[in-house]
């Protein structure tokens, strides 16, 4: 039997929220979509990073400080590779998408021109 009993409850956290927010980006990636604004999506990039930074190099100081060895602190580490492409998404969805933003940017423009328009 692989679980015994229950698992414990989880209490949805700010980290929790920050991933699914990048995941939100993913999908503006995948789909080729405008999501909110590209300066958003600098940002959220850049708090990536942070989340990048504190994975790799806070954390293992953190486990040694609990008396982790070198080697499970490593394992660890493998365990936050998956995450890797999720942070290469993010900085293409912000930096190297110019035909979302500049399609958005049409649109926008098309939109102010209607309501000049009818005004």
């Known amino acids: ?32 979509v405008r999501i909110i604004s590209e300066t958003l999506w600098r940002v959220v990039f850049g ?9 790799w190099l806070v954390m293992p100081v953190l486990y040694r400080r609990e008396s982790l060895a070198w080697h499970q602190v490593a394992l660890i580490q493998l365990f936050a590779i998956p995450a890797l492409p999720l942070f290469l998404g993010l900085f293409l969805y912000a930096w190297r998408s110019p035909s979302v933003w500049r399609r958005a940017a049409q649109q926008d423009a098309a939109a102010d021109a209607t309501a000049e328009l009818r005004r």
Do not use: E
Request: net charge negative; glycine share 8%; hydrophobic share 60%.
């Open 1 to 32: 039997m692989l679980f015994v009993g229950l698992p414990q409850q989880h209490a949805f956290t700010i980290t929790d929220a920050a991933y699914c927010l990048f995941l939100v980006g993913i999908a503006g990636l995948a789909f080729n």
């Open 47 to 55: 708090i990536s990073v942070l989340f990048l930074v504190h994975t």
